[in-house]
């Protein structure tokens, strides 16, 4: 079984603040995604990193891929209420489904 | 109407009832998934189907039985439900079957109570 951890599971900051949050897993993927959720909908794709190392911005949002393909990041800039929600993160291996993270839980406080 | 459609988006029923949930996608994807979500937990796969095959299904009871009669919808059916199946049940579509390279589209769920 392929887990994949994130950290942390709950985060409330202030808007205007920086964060980030984390995905970590003891194996291998040929790629990584991250998706948003918002109340009452389902996930939303953001990124799809494939390369080791890669880095990936979307406005304010900067996504990484670590260089053993393990690991990805998610930092956001300057956080807006907007970015509220729960962030999953999915691996991807060969023919293999994906397998996605618990999620992280954030609340961005006006 | 593009993106992957469910209905309904809210169901309450009791535990001897029989309903069934609907999934339709006008992506012209191939691949068709069912999750399950509930707190606390990441998602779980149910189901999968890959051109309208049944390619896995994820140790699911047999109260939930899935149907795909078509590459573009896919429904389902529950029966005899318990209340620790209360969750929110996720349609997801992807380009190929891993949805490594395109991703998943998902739609916007089922609430499910079971009482």
């Known amino acids: 079984t392929q887990l994949l951890e994130q950290s942390p599971q709950f985060l409330s900051i202030q808007e205007g603040e920086n964060l980030t949050v984390y995905c970590n897993s003891s194996?291998?993927?040929?790629?990584l995604q991250w998706y948003r959720q918002e109340p009452g909908e389902g996930p939303v794709l953001l990124v799809t990193?494939?390369?080791?190392?890669e880095v990936k911005k979307l406005k304010r949002l900067t996504f990484q891929f670590g260089d053993a393909r393990k690991d990805s990041s998610l930092h956001i800039t300057a956080a807006q209420p907007g970015d509220t929600g729960l962030y999953l993160c999915?691996?991807?291996?060969?023919?293999?489904?994906?397998?996605f993270g618990q999620g992280t839980r954030l609340t961005i406080n006006p | 109407e593009t993106g992957v459609t469910q209905t309904p988006r809210h169901l309450v029923m009791g535990m001897t009832n029989k309903k069934s949930l609907k999934c339709e996608q006008h992506?012209?994807?191939?691949?068709m998934y069912w999750y399950k979500q509930s707190a606390k937990k990441p998602l779980e796969l149910m189901f999968v189907?890959?051109?309208?095959?049944?390619?896995e299904n994820n140790s699911v009871p047999s109260r939930f039985s899935p149907e795909c009669p078509n590459s573009s919808h896919l429904f389902l059916h529950l029966h005899t439900l318990q209340p620790e199946d209360s969750a929110l049940y996720l349609c997801?579509?992807?380009?190929?079957?891993?949805?490594?390279?395109?991703?998943?589209?998902f739609g916007s769920g089922t609430r499910l109570t079971v009482v």
């Open positions: 194996s291998v993927f040929s790629s």
């Open positions: 990193v494939v390369t080791g190392g």
């Open positions: 997801a579509s992807s380009q190929d079957p891993a949805g490594y390279s395109y991703g998943y589209t």
């Open positions: 999915a691996g991807g291996k060969g023919a293999q489904k994906l397998v």
């Open positions: 992506l012209g994807h191939n691949a």
């Open positions: 189907y890959n051109f309208k095959e049944q390619t």
